[in-house]
């Protein structure tokens, strides 16, 4: 993976950087790959290659534009091939919101409170030109759990019972979501850039390509019941209640989809986490389920989530849901 990828060197060229220096930085979970581009006069400029048949850069292109038409702050496109996976964008910089709290534990709060009115004003707009967050997909994304981490862990579960389960939990929420929000889906502080080094500065967005329409709760539970890092109880509620102060939803109804979405979100992602490690071999997602699992627990104690709740506690062993869903050593 350290190679270069075929081509780079000509698109480089093509969109005016050639002779710039450049950097590959870490992947993440996809078959995308990031390169800084520098160049002497100490411009910077972001690579992503996004290569088909795996990847397809046009959402994300889509996406930045309706982001940017609304004043919301996606990098600037600078150049694109999209056909051949290239995408040449702003450089937002180091300042990724988890990285920056490690190092200023103390500005949490403030930065978590920055994130959530960032949300406010997102869901403040009419919803954007996407697919809708349709029962389909939240049913397939929960499917996951089923498909991936029962087999891995040797379980014979109730399939059908389970998706039985969750199209009755989320029937409600279904009704309420219309005409909805832009959910970005992957809303966390890996993927929030403060772009003035602070909580305060605007917040540059990255890793939006698979925008729907649905939920204004969805990205409010990728936030704050993180996958890749500790967001504690008493910050999550009162991140809770900053949203419902600014966006004037704090009703019960809210409150049941915020658990309803998180339960949702958190089985899909532990399929996910499952199927990185099975299928791609990439164990390293693996340490992150109980973080997950115990998210997921909470979620189900909540009274909309019974009929889901019962499924858990006929399906999955006690011994794994006690080790929040670890795999053994």
């Known amino acids: 993976?350290?190679?270069?990828?075929?081509?780079?060197?000509?698109?480089?060229?093509?969109?005016?950087?050639?002779?710039?220096?450049?950097?590959?930085l870490p992947g993440d979970a996809s078959f995308r790959r990031y390169f800084r581009l520098l160049r002497g006069s100490g411009e910077s400029a972001m690579l992503m290659h996004a290569p088909p048949p795996h990847e397809d850069p046009a959402p994300f292109l889509d996406v930045a534009q309706w982001l940017g038409d609304n004043a919301m702050r996606a990098p600037a496109i600078l150049a694109a091939e999209p056909q051949a996976g290239w995408v040449l964008t702003e450089d937002f910089g180091n300042d990724r919101m988890r990285d920056w709290l490690e190092a200023h534990p103390q500005a949490e709060r403030e930065a978590y409170e920055a994130a959530v009115e960032a949300l406010v004003a997102l869901h403040r707009l009419p919803p954007g030109p996407f697919a809708p967050y349709?029962?389909?997909?939240?049913?397939?994304?929960?499917?996951?759990?089923?498909?991936?981490?029962?087999?891995?862990?040797?379980?014979?579960?109730?399939?059908?019972?389970?998706?039985?389960?969750?199209?009755?939990?989320?029937?409600?929420?279904?009704?309420?979501?219309?005409?909805?929000?832009?959910?970005?889906?992957?809303?966390?502080?890996?993927?929030?850039?403060?772009?003035?080094?602070?909580?305060?500065?605007?917040?540059?967005?990255?890793?939006?390509?698979?925008?729907?329409?649905?939920?204004?709760?969805?990205?409010?539970?990728?936030?704050?019941?993180?996958?890749r890092r500790d967001v504690v109880e008493d910050l999550e509620t009162a991140m809770l209640l900053h949203y419902a102060h600014h966006a004037g939803r704090a009703d019960e109804d809210f409150l049941a989809d915020y658990a309803r979405l998180g339960a949702q979100r958190n089985a899909k992602i532990v399929g996910i986490f499952t199927r990185l490690n099975v299928r791609d071999g990439k164990p390293r997602y693996l340490a992150m389920i109980p973080r997950v699992w115990a998210a997921l627990e909470r979620d189900l104690a909540h009274p909309a989530l019974a009929p889901v709740a019962r499924w858990f506690d006929a399906n999955i062993p006690q011994t794994l849901r006690f080790a929040h869903g670890a795999f053994a050593a």
């Open 134 to 227: 349709d029962m389909a997909t939240y049913l397939r994304e929960a499917a996951l759990l089923t498909e991936w981490y029962c087999p891995a862990q040797g379980l014979d579960v109730d399939a059908k019972g389970y998706a039985a389960a969750w199209e009755e939990v989320l029937a409600p929420l279904i009704a309420r979501q219309s005409p909805g929000v832009t959910v970005l889906r992957d809303y966390h502080a890996e993927n929030i850039m403060l772009l003035g080094g602070r909580p305060g500065a605007p917040q540059g967005l990255i890793d939006f390509q698979d925008a729907l329409v649905g939920h204004p709760a969805y990205d409010l539970v990728s936030l704050l019941q993180d996958a």
């Open 1 to 24: 993976m350290n190679q270069l990828p075929h081509g780079l060197a000509e698109f480089v060229a093509r969109a005016g950087w050639s002779g710039a220096r450049v950097e590959p």
